[in-house]
């Protein structure tokens, strides 16, 4: 029997590492379960394909920012409490009706109101009766992530869609009308045709109003800017055909009049610029509005323990330990001399020196090897670490961006000098007839390619990638990735699946009380990740903290504490384990020792993206340059490079955020793609041209990159390539179609031959063919045949 | 002549109601999802939500 190739919850492919299994990633697994168990599997009959892979499971995340939120909403008086949330992660109408059914489940719940479009649910419950954090838990067990209300809905796309409803529902009354013109309907036929000019004139001028008010706006924007923008010729088309078809309606000519070409123009010309919208702002409002700060932690002293706390729960007062690396989350004060690095906000690599007393701002890192206390001297609430995370990424100015440019200017160039051309070619028969051919010159070259056919291919090529679990963030990116030649990876959290685990815990147990404390004050300091997973493991152990441990990290060997005499040593077993010979098979791993003797050694694990080695083969194959570029120690890098098939000279270890930034400037030549994980890589990613993260339960990263991966798997990334290649070329060959239906078209216009009967049969029939060009080039790539292929092949279990 | 300016009024009538109607979803953001409330009636007694999202 054959094994599934697609996964059974989301259907995109199962990385070959994972073959056998039903399922792509951990998270989906766990979700199919659940959906099963729960009685929920409805959910894919609504969903069809429109579910996108859960990714990693993580644990119970903090609802402390849930609390004063449902206090808040029960204090307001009433019986009935109602409070607004911010959600992550719907796709489609199946997460609404899942969300619905567990809301259904709960006891004292009065309703549910899912906005699906900018992802936000409106909760109402009889006071006391409802447990909010219980169903918001029940929720989030599916993959989906609740805010705070943050996300607004956005004015503009709500108002273009219903100037598009209101443009279409005319425009389709105006082309009943035209149709009575063109068979005849003419002045001898009295009161009827003199009701339906004025109709055909007064919703119109609607159309014109309502349909083409955004080209007018944006093409007068530009003209006071001295632009020459796409939307000029568009507006001018617009006028003109509106005002040639009144001059023609006053002199009762009615087969002359432009008014249903003018109503399907507009028409088309709002679809064009809806999708554009809608896609990338569908994209956008995936994620939580909130910037993760929840997901930032801190150590903050607690009398003889330290605890580590989400930032929004640091009050004014509050003692902070900050390890090295870590961000501080307030404006704090400094206990001791240190130094701090503010590039990802400033720009500016220079370590700043902080004595005692001295204020460290929010979102500087330490830069230090020694943990610092800080005391805090705002509220979290007032700290401005949120407004800096939300500042999103420059889009840089790109040779292909300044091809749009180019070619709208010389586009709006080109059709206004051939109207003008048509206008004084046309003069000596009179300025009836030249006016005629002035409009359908501007009326046949309408820029449907560019209105509508390219960006349905876009939304195609990013509908196809959110698919596969990429999600688009900037609109530049299918434009930037054909340039792309070199692919950084940064190692841990991307390559691998973030932290490390300790492969036996058990060993902590056999520490003394003494020594479990002195390896927590070593741990607790430091942002290793080794150290990490030993300070989760010892927190569990409740080993006490002390605040005035002198605990002194060595660069590239571990971590050193002097207490009471006694030396303890946590690292390289060569470093720490000195006085004792120590067995060569725990080389590999991390030792602790006092006074040089060997007390105990941890094993820590690390996982490998299921697909990395695959993709990273692939990726090479197709000509690109990868990179490993990592703040972990060479040898690691270096094993890890070796099990990737990386070669050694592209690898590159102990990386400092400024020195990951140098390496990507220095590379880049608008060619760079850096795929990264951390707040410390936020500066590495302002310098690349093209930057990406898996990373979409951390702060910083989703809003500072141009796309965001979901699920196990990197394969995404060289889809994306693959498929803007192709989308390159369908533009090029939607643009080849486009000019030479002008060509023609404009010969036409030029000989006299256009009437408006022709050019409402030529415009509608050009732009369909150009969609259906777009339509079956994208949905036609060689990847989906091959897919196609696969799935034919693929036995479905029952 | 009569019955055909009726039938226009008519039809300019059912305009603006569908305009209305698309103004009101907008407003209401379920045009979003728009199939799945088309199919609620349709839903089983026990399962048919007073919860209308």
């Known amino acids: 029997m054959q094994a599934r190739s697609t996964c059974l919850h989301c259907k995109t492919p199962i990385p070959p590492s994972l073959e056998g299994k039903d399922f792509c990633c951990t998270g989906c697994e766990a979700v199919y379960g659940l959906l099963h168990r729960e009685g929920l599997g409805r959910y894919y009959e609504l969903a069809g394909d429109k579910t996108a892979p859960v990714g990693e499971v993580s644990g119970p995340r903090s609802h402390s920012w849930l609390e004063p939120l449902v206090a808040r909403a029960e204090e307001a008086g009433g019986s009935i409490c109602t409070l607004d949330l911010d959600v992550q992660g719907i796709h489609c109408a199946a997460c609404v009706w899942l969300m619905n059914e567990l809301f259904k489940r709960e006891k004292g719940g009065v309703s549910l109101h899912v906005n699906p479009g900018i992802g936000k649910v409106r909760l109402a419950w009889k006071r006391g009766d409802f447990d909010v954090e219980r169903f918001v838990s029940r929720v989030e067990e599916f993959g989906y992530l609740f805010g705070p209300s943050k996300k607004t809905s956005n004015e503009s796309t709500r108002s273009l869609l219903l100037r598009l409803g209101a443009t279409a529902a005319i425009a389709g009354n105006v082309m009943l009308f035209s149709l009575a013109f063109y068979t005849g309907l003419g002045p001898e036929d009295g009161v009827v045709y003199e009701l339906f000019t004025k109709l ?123 390890a090295p690396g870590d961000l501080v989350p307030v404006d704090a004060e400094v206990q001791a001399p240190s130094a701090f690095t503010i590039d990802w906000i400033t720009g500016e690599p220079d370590v700043v020196a902080v004595p005692a007393g001295g204020t460290v701002q929010a979102g500087a890192f330490n830069a230090t090897r020694s943990a610092v206390t800080v005391v805090a001297k705002t509220d979290f609430e007032e700290s401005p670490l949120p407004s800096l995370l939300r500042s999103t990424r420059e889009e840089r100015g790109t040779s292909h961006l300044r091809f749009w440019d180019l070619f709208a200017r010389y586009y709006v160039a080109a059709v206004l000098l051939i109207a003008t051309i048509g206008l004084f070619l046309w003069l000596p028969k009179g300025p009836e ?206 094993a890890m490079a070796e099990e990737l098939g990386i070669e050694p000279e592209n690898v590159r270890a102990q990386m400092s955020p400024d020195a990951k930034a140098e390496l990507v400037e220095s590379l880049d030549r608008e060619d760079t793609l850096f795929v990264g994980d951390g707040v410390n890589d936020s500066l590495a990613f302002s310098r690349a041209f093209v930057a990406g993260t898996p990373a979409v339960d951390r702060p910083v990263l989703p809003s500072r990159s141009d796309f965001f991966l979901l699920g196990e798997g990197i394969g995404a990334i060289r889809q994306a390539i693959e498929l803007s290649k192709h989308l390159q070329r369908t533009v090029r060959r939607l643009i080849g179609i486009a000019l030479a239906y002008n060509l023609l078209a404009i010969s036409a216009s030029m000989a006299g031959w256009m009437t408006p009967l022709r050019a409402a049969i030529a415009m509608p029939a050009s732009s369909t063919l150009v969609l259906a060009f777009a339509v079956a080039s994208m949905m036609s790539t060689r990847e989906s045949r091959v897919e196609k292929k696969r799935k034919e092949q693929q036995l479905v279990p029952a | ?52 999202a």
């Open chain 1, 200 to 322: 055909s004139v007064a919703l119109s001028a609607l159309v014109v109003f309502v349909g083409g008010w955004p080209f007018f706006r944006s093409a007068w924007k530009a003209l006071s800017k001295g632009v020459l923008h796409l939307d000029l010729p568009i507006a001018a088309g617009i006028l003109l055909a509106f005002g040639a078809s009144l001059y023609q309606a006053r002199g009762g000519q009615g087969e002359l009049y432009y008014f249903d070409t003018l109503n399907v123009f507009v028409l088309l010309m709002l679809v064009g610029r809806w999708l554009q919208q809608r896609v990338l702002e569908k994209n956008q409002r995936f994620l939580l509005e909130d910037v993760g700060t929840e997901g930032i932690t801190v150590r903050r002293r607690e009398g003889d323990r330290l605890v580590f706390v989400s930032a929004p729960q640091i009050r004014k007062g509050d003692e902070l330990v900050i």
């Open chain 2, 1 to 52: 002549m009569s019955v055909l300016v009726l039938q226009v009024f008519v039809s300019l009538m059912l305009v603006l109601g569908a305009v209305l109607l698309l103004a009101w979803s907008i407003r209401h953001a379920d045009h979003e999802h728009a199939d799945r409330l088309s199919l609620l009636p349709l839903e089983e007694e026990d399962s048919s939500s007073k919860h209308e």
């Open chain 1, 433 to 638: 007839k030249a006016l005629q051919v002035t409009v359908a010159l501007l009326v046949v070259t309408c820029p449907c390619a560019i209105g509508i056919a390219i960006p349905l291919a876009y939304e195609l090529a990013q509908a196809r990638l959110r698919r596969q679990g990429l999600f688009v963030r900037s609109k530049s990116l299918l434009d930037k990735l054909p340039r792309v030649r070199k692919v950084l990876f940064d190692k841990t959290g991307t390559l691998t699946l973030g932290r490390l685990t300790l492969v036996d815990e058990g060993a902590l147990d056999h520490l003394s009380e003494e020594l479990r404390d002195a390896l927590y004050d070593m741990v607790a300091r430091s942002n290793h990740p080794v150290s990490r997973a030993i300070a989760r493991a010892l927190e569990k152990r409740s080993a006490r903290y002390s605040a005035e441990a002198n605990v002194h990290e060595v660069p590239g060997q571990g971590l050193e504490l002097r207490r009471d005499g006694k030396v303890y040593r946590l690292g390289r077993a060569d470093w720490a384990a000195t006085g004792g010979a120590y067995e060569a098979a725990s080389s590999a791993a991390t030792v602790l020792s006092v006074d040089g003797i060997a007390a105990a050694t941890f094993r820590t694990r690390e996982t490998v993206r299921s697909d990395a080695r695959r993709e990273i083969e692939a990726l090479r194959a197709t000509g690109l340059s990868i990179w490993l570029v990592s703040g972990d120690s060479r040898a690691k890098v270096l």
